[in-house]
Each structure stands twice: as C-alpha cells, then as structure tokens.
C-alpha cells in the first residue's frame, strides 16, 4: 500500500493488539486480485537499523501467513512494536494466525 491516504483509511477500521505488532484491517476502497498489506514502525521502536529489522521480520511472517489466511476483500496493516525485535519468529507467526482469526470473528459477529 503506497499511500498514506489507504494507511489513514485502515487505521479508522478494526484492531487487534498482540505483543510484538498491531493488526488493522479495514474494508478495501475498490476490489482487488490480491491481497493488499502494508507495513509501518515508527521512531518509538527505536533507530533507522531496529525499525527495518522489524519490517523485515513482519513482512517475512506476513508473506508465509496472509496469503492462506487473509481476504482479497480487506486491506491490512502491521504496526510493528519493540517487543518484535527480541520475540521468536515462531511466537509472532503464531500471534499473526491468532490476530486474523480474531478479526475474523468480530467481522462474522458483527452485522
């Protein structure tokens, strides 16, 4: 997701907190083949060098997660966070599986 503009649409829509990243997802704009993820990490995460260590491990977790998981219908975005850095590549798979199937209820829970 280039633009800022689907960053701040994705952030008006749903949550799901876990320890090392924030899962928001959003209805997408305009239909779309495939799945659309975006990625941020701010400043508070710590310098240029841990911020794209985070992207890194989220986009890597995200590429072996989203595409069984994920719906072509909704737009995601990973919020990374400090605790991404020293958590295991397996806990925070484990914690993306999770958050999906959460906002997955709450879609099928809500009208």
């Known amino acids: 997701m280039p633009n800022r ?6 952030q008006a829509g749903r949550r799901c907190a876990m320890p090392g990243f924030v899962l ?7 239909p779309q083949p495939l799945v659309r993820v975006g990625f ?3 400043r508070k995460v710590g310098n240029a ?4 260590r985070v992207r890194r491990r989220l ?3 995200a ?4 595409p069984g998981e994920a ?5 995601y975005v990973l919020v990374g966070r400090q605790a991404a850095l020293a958590r295991d590549f397996g806990a925070l798979r484990q914690e993306l599986q999770e ?13």
């Open 5 to 10: 503009r689907d960053f701040l649409r994705v």
């Open 24 to 30: 928001q997802v959003a209805p997408a704009d305009r």
């Open 40 to 42: 941020t990490v701010s």
């Open 49 to 52: 060098v841990a911020r794209n």
């Open 59 to 61: 986009r890597e977790i």
């Open 63 to 66: 590429g072996m997660v989203i």
């Open 71 to 75: 719906r072509p219908d909704l737009d």
């Open 99 to 111: 958050a999906l199937k959460r906002l997955k209820a709450l879609a099928l829970a809500t009208p």
